[in-house]
C-alpha cells in the first residue's frame, strides 16, 4: 500500500445518451439500444475541490433513462449541490477528453483551472471531419480567459495522488486519471468504455480477445494494447461510461 494522501471519488450523472452499443463496444454487439451514463466524478480528499469532467448541458431525467443505468441523473448544479457545492466552488477541473459532453460546463466553473492535453485542444479548433464529437465553443472562452492548462506531458501529477497519463485509445489527447486510494489505485479511462470492454463476454474471450477496444477510437490496436496496460496497472478499474457507478455514492 502507497502511502497518503488518500482520495475518495463520488460519481456523479451529469446526462446520458442513447444509442447503439457498438459505439462503446468495438465490432461487437451492433444494433442494440444502450443507455450510457455521462459523469463528472468529484474527487474528495484535498484542499481544493476538485472535479474530472463537467458533462453535459442539456439534460434530460427520464424515467426510462434512470431505469437503464440504475441511478439518478442530475443537472450539474443539482449533482454538485448533493455535496454541499456549487459550480463557482470548484478548483481544478481534470479533462478526459474534450468531446463536448465531457466539457459542456466548463463556462460555469469561473474560478477553475482545466487540465486537458494540448492534442485534444488542437482536435477541438481545427477538427477532422470524423471529429464531430468536438465543439470548440464550449471551451474557447474558457481557454481564452487564461484558465486552460495544455499539457504536452505523457503523465503529469495534478496535486500529489492524483496523476495523468496519456492514452490516446479513443482520442489523440485521451488522459486517464489515476487516483491513490485507500483500497490502492483507482483509474478513470480516458476513452468512452464500459465495464464488459474490459471483461468480454466468454465468446470474445473465445476468439483470443483480452479486452474490446471503444468503439470509438483512433486506431483499434493501438486502442486494445492502451486498455491490457491500463487494466494491469490500477487495482480499481473505472471505466468513463460504465452504468453500474450511477448507484455509487463513493468510490472506494
Same mark, same amino acid.
Given at each position: 500500500?502507497?502511502?497518503?494522501?488518500?482520495?475518495? +471519488?463520488?460519481?456523479?450523472?451529469?446526462?446520458?445518451?442513447?444509442?447503439?452499443?457498438?459505439?462503446?463496444?468495438?465490432?461487437?454487439?451492433?444494433?442494440?439500444?444502450?443507455?450510457?451514463?455521462?459523469?463528472?466524478?468529484?474527487?474528495? *480528499?484535498?484542499?481544493?475541490?476538485?472535479?474530472?469532467?463537467?458533462?453535459?448541458?442539456?439534460?434530460?431525467?427520464?424515467?426510462?433513462?434512470?431505469?437503464?443505468?440504475? *441511478?439518478?441523473?442530475?443537472?450539474?448544479?443539482?449533482?454538485?449541490?448533493?455535496?454541499?457545492?456549487?459550480?463557482?466552488? +470548484?478548483?481544478?477541473?481534470?479533462?478526459?477528453?474534450?468531446?463536448?459532453?465531457?466539457? &459542456?460546463?466548463?463556462?460555469?466553473?469561473?474560478?477553475? %483551472?482545466?487540465?486537458?492535453? &494540448?492534442?485534444?485542444?488542437?482536435?477541438?479548433?481545427?477538427?477532422?471531419?470524423?471529429?464531430?464529437?468536438? $465543439?470548440? @465553443?464550449? +471551451?474557447?472562452?474558457?481557454?481564452?480567459?487564461?484558465?486552460?492548462?495544455?499539457?504536452?506531458?505523457?503523465?503529469? @501529477?495534478? %496535486?500529489?495522488?492524483?496523476?495523468?497519463?496519456?492514452?490516446?485509445?479513443?482520442?489523440? *489527447?485521451?488522459?486517464?486519471?489515476?487516483?491513490?486510494?485507500?483500497?490502492?489505485?483507482?483509474?478513470?479511462?480516458?476513452?468512452?468504455?464500459?465495464?464488459?470492454?474490459? $471483461?468480454?463476454? $466468454?465468446? +470474445?474471450?473465445?476468439?483470443?480477445?483480452?479486452?474490446?477496444?471503444? *468503439?470509438?477510437?483512433?486506431?483499434?490496436?493501438?486502442?486494445?494494447?492502451?486498455?491490457?496496460?491500463?487494466?494491469?496497472?490500477?487495482?480499481?478499474?473505472?471505466?468513463?461510461?460504465?452504468?453500474?457507478?450511477?448507484?455509487? &455514492?463513493?468510490?472506494?
Amino acid at each position: 500500500m502507497g502511502k497518503g494522501p488518500f482520495y475518495r +471519488i463520488h460519481p456523479i450523472v451529469v446526462g446520458t445518451k442513447v444509442f447503439d452499443k457498438g459505439m462503446m463496444t468495438y465490432q461487437h454487439d451492433y444494433g442494440k439500444e444502450y443507455v450510457i451514463p455521462i459523469y463528472c466524478w468529484l474527487i474528495e *480528499g484535498s484542499d481544493k475541490v476538485i472535479l474530472i469532467d463537467t458533462g453535459l448541458l442539456e439534460v434530460i431525467q427520464s424515467e426510462f433513462r434512470e431505469q437503464a443505468i440504475g *441511478g439518478k441523473i442530475y443537472k450539474f448544479e443539482e449533482g454538485l449541490a448533493k455535496w454541499g457545492l456549487s459550480p463557482k466552488d +470548484i478548483d481544478i477541473v481534470i479533462h478526459t477528453h474534450l468531446h463536448n459532453d465531457h466539457c &459542456e460546463n466548463d463556462f460555469k466553473c469561473v474560478n477553475a %483551472v482545466f487540465y486537458a492535453h &494540448e492534442l485534444e485542444f488542437q482536435s477541438a479548433y481545427n477538427p477532422h471531419p470524423l471529429d464531430f464529437r468536438y $465543439n470548440a @465553443e464550449f +471551451i474557447e472562452e474558457v481557454d481564452q480567459a487564461g484558465q486552460m492548462i495544455h499539457i504536452k506531458d505523457e503523465i503529469f @501529477e495534478v %496535486v500529489p495522488g492524483i496523476t495523468m497519463v496519456h492514452t490516446p485509445a479513443h482520442t489523440k *489527447g485521451g488522459m486517464s486519471v489515476l487516483i491513490n486510494t485507500e483500497k490502492g489505485l483507482a483509474g478513470i479511462t480516458g476513452f468512452c468504455v464500459i465495464m464488459e470492454n474490459f $471483461n468480454p463476454p $466468454n465468446k +470474445i474471450k473465445a476468439m483470443g480477445m483480452e479486452v474490446i477496444p471503444p *468503439g470509438t477510437n483512433i486506431d483499434p490496436y493501438l486502442a486494445y494494447d492502451q486498455m491490457v496496460k491500463f487494466r494491469e496497472t490500477v487495482n480499481i478499474l473505472i471505466p468513463l461510461h460504465e452504468p453500474s457507478f450511477s448507484s455509487v &455514492e463513493t468510490i472506494p
